[in-house]
């Protein structure tokens, strides 16, 4: 089975109707949603150190480096093609191999119109190859162009994505920019401990809507 097959067969048994199509939180109940920003202003060096600081703590709250993870790198393209075994997410995979990364591509996942094409490569690998420290901080780029490398190209109509699988906690993690990441779960006690430790960081916009969720009311 391909790294692709893995991740849809992942998604069709433990997340079914789930697309990997941002926001997450939006599309699962069983799910948290948290803020990477502080108070310091945007485009600072103390700004980034702290959404790094809140994102690998996130991280290391779900992946422990035993277990394995699926990484899928989406792009939107204008042009046809695909993705390059040389991008900046696979380079993070310590002595990858092109056999571990497949390929394929997903059409309108957000748009109806015929622009909406996505180029996907995933790749299964151990968390312990994976530097995920370098990751974080590229997506945490995203919107700032001076500050490399990053996520986002030129191009109106470029777009990058990348979605990570914890095949053995059965959790999905999700940092979409420099603002804030969600984190999914088949069950709500997975994310319980991480609601708590990390209550402080929840986004006050959902912190009703996640409390609910996570006192179990309304049904889940």
Not at 188 to 205: C, S
Request: net charge positive; proline share 4%.
């Amino acid at each position: 089975m391909t790294a692709i097959q893995a991740c849809w067969r992942f998604l069709a048994d433990y997340f079914p109707g789930l697309s990997l199509r941002a926001p997450l939180f939006y599309n699962w109940r069983k799910a948290l949603r948290f803020d990477l920003q502080t108070d310091n202003g945007t485009d600072t060096a103390a700004y980034f150190q702290e959404v790094h600081r809140r994102a690998t703590a996130l991280w290391e709250a779900v992946f422990a480096p035993t277990d394995t993870v699926l990484l899928v790198l989406m792009e939107r393209r204008y042009r046809r093609g695909k993705i390059r075994f040389g991008n900046y997410g696979f380079r993070q995979i310590a002595d990858l191999r092109r056999p571990e990364v497949s390929y394929a591509k997903a059409y309108q996942r957000y748009e109806r119109d015929r622009f909406d094409v996505w180029n996907t490569a995933a790749s299964r690998i151990a968390v312990s190859r994976l530097n995920y420290q370098n990751l974080l901080q590229t997506i945490a780029n995203t919107d700032f162009p001076p500050y490399q490398p990053r996520l986002r190209q030129k191009g109106v109509l470029n777009a990058t994505e990348i979605y990570l699988l914890n095949i053995d906690r059965k959790m999905i993690f999700h940092m979409y920019d420099d603002r804030g990441l969600d984190i999914l779960a088949t069950e709500i006690v997975a994310l319980k401990p991480i609601y708590q430790r990390f209550n402080d960081w929840i986004l006050e916009y959902d912190r009703e809507e996640i409390d609910l969720r996570m006192s179990g009311s309304p049904a889940q």
